[in-house]
């Protein structure tokens, strides 16, 4: 077996794997029945921008590269509204969670899902998780998970076949909530915890205060580490090792940029030199206004990896990072069409996220 072979077997599904992204796909595991999902980001997240399937995906086949370069002044745009958001993230408030308090991250995520023969039908779905960090180092917190807030599909064709091939879409699973902590998930309801007992090593996949007040503030030392720490905090198997090999480090770095900053866990000096290193990525491009799932202005950077572009949407008025979305480029169509994993176009919004944090005093308590 070739490492072509292996990379057709590999599968990107969740953002990369912070310990949320990897709650949030272990609790999908334990929603009956599942929903498929491919793309990938998480996220979501670090490792690399995009991890690991572990529901499903989009393979990659044998070609590995950038679509295309970007539009002539797109670096230059995209460099002016990352600097623009350094300075903004450096001029605001840390990160820091007062005693008593929690804070209390809102995700909404939508989803491209494929069913029925040929995956001919498509739906869009969504799902909601809520999160409430407080200030432990060791990073445990609660989390509620929405399965599936609405569905929306594309065709009254697809309405009409969802009985048949996947009638998941047409329940109304409740939330459930759960402790995710270090020594594993604990979940609510009829499953026994501790399920999980992910390594929670220190790092780009589980970044904790402490690992991050680490990192150096320099933006080019920071670009450095971004781009040359291992994707994998373990010894890699032969499907990672080939992913690794097909990643290039630029694409590694801003994955983990993007995830960072969605973490809520970097302090304010971190996340303006998180943008300045993003600045000396070579193939950023300004992809212009656009708007979250939940209605807000931002602005979109993206950086064309793998079979697809990764975007990171910033608030203009305050630098936060407010969202993101995986995309399926010409690359990425083609790969699906010659692994018959699905009918992706190009331009498909295969996966978005839209983030909104606050302070709260109270936090649910699970059972």
């Known amino acids: 077996m070739t490492e072509i072979d292996l990379l057709k077997r590999v599968r990107d599904d969740v953002p990369a794997p912070d310990p949320l992204a990897l709650a949030r796909a272990r609790q999908r595991l334990f929603t009956s029945p599942p929903v498929r999902h491919r793309v990938t980001r998480g996220r979501v997240l670090v490792a690399g921008g995009l991890a690991l399937t572990l529901a499903g995906g989009f393979l990659i086949a044998d070609v590995a590269g950038n679509e295309s370069s970007p539009l002539p002044g797109t670096v230059a745009d995209a460099s002016t509204v990352l600097a623009d958001a350094a300075a903004l993230a450096a001029a605001g408030p840390d990160t820091t969670v007062p005693a008593g308090q929690y804070r209390e991250v809102t995700t909404l995520v939508d989803r491209i899902y494929e069913f029925g023969p040929g995956h001919k039908y498509r739906v869009t779905t969504r799902a909601k998780y809520v999160d409430w960090t407080t200030g432990d180092p060791t990073r445990k917190y609660v989390s509620t998970f929405y399965p599936l807030l ?111 900053l969605e973490s809520g866990f970097a302090p304010a000096n971190l996340r303006a030199a998180l943008y ?76 978005e996220t839209a983030v909104t944090a606050r302070l709260t005093h109270t936090a649910p308590r699970p059972n």
């Open 276 to 351: 300045q290193a993003a600045r000396k990525i070579p193939g950023i491009q300004l992809l212009g206004d656009v708007t979250t799932l939940d209605g807000r202005p931002g602005r979109a950077i993206g950086y064309t990896g793998v079979g697809q572009r990764q975007d990171l949407i910033i608030s203009p008025t305050t630098g936060e990072s407010i969202g993101s979305r995986l995309v399926t480029n010409k690359e990425g169509a083609a790969l699906a069409k010659a692994n018959q994993t699905g009918n992706e176009q190009p331009g498909d919004i295969e996966h």
């Open 150 to 260: 609405s569905v929306r599909f594309a065709t009254p064709e697809a309405k009409a076949a969802a009985p048949r091939y996947a009638p998941f879409l047409l329940t109304h699973p409740k939330p459930s909530t759960y402790r995710v902590a270090c020594n594993g998930v604990g979940l609510i309801g009829d499953t026994s915890a501790p399920v999980f007992n992910p390594t929670c090593k220190p790092g780009w996949s589980y970044p904790t205060a402490a690992f991050l007040a680490r990192q150096p503030r320099d933006p080019d030392a920071l670009l450095a580490v971004l781009r040359n720490d291992p994707l994998f905090d373990h010894k890699p198997n032969a499907l990672e090792r080939a992913r690794e090999k097909a990643m290039s480090k630029d694409e590694i770095a801003f994955g983990r940029i993007t995830r960072v």
